[in-house]
């Protein structure tokens, strides 16, 4: 759901279409009655990477759609029951590595972004662990 439906569908959307299909040409037309194209800061602030443009159309167009979507599945497989089976079904084999049950959430989070699973080892007890 999340590989393909959010991140190509849905990213696509609020990158593509929202972001870099109003945003961004309104906050240049904006820029651009201040500031000269060819000068510093237009570039520094509406250009190709700019403060302005580049910054929102990612965090908001990119990232935040991917984490919205990835937290709401995680806490429908999590209220559904699936996330502590799953722990209770490996907590033996990664006892064999010190680590209990709780610690397969990350590690299924690190298969599709490091941030995240770097975000969810707080889940785990100890500093070993973590």
Do not use: H, Q
Not at 17 to 43: C, D, H, Q, W
Not at 65 to 94: T, W
Request: with cysteine.
């Amino acid at each position: 759901m999340i590989g393909v439906w959010v991140a190509g569908d849905v990213v696509g959307v609020t990158e593509e279409t929202i972001m870099a299909g109003y945003y961004e040409p309104f906050i240049r037309s904006i820029v651009l009655k201040f500031f000269n194209e060819s000068s510093f800061m237009y570039r520094l602030l509406a250009g190709e990477f700019g403060i302005m443009t580049l910054t929102p159309t990612y965090v908001i167009g990119l990232l935040m759609p991917l984490v919205i979507a990835f937290y709401f599945f995680m806490s429908i497989m999590e209220d559904s029951g699936y996330l502590p089976r799953i722990a209770a079904l490996v907590d033996r084999i990664l006892s064999f590595f010190g680590l209990n049950g709780r610690a397969i959430i990350p590690i299924i989070l690190g298969f599709g972004c490091i941030t995240m699973a770097t975000i969810t080892t707080r889940l785990l007890g100890t500093k070993r662990e973590k």
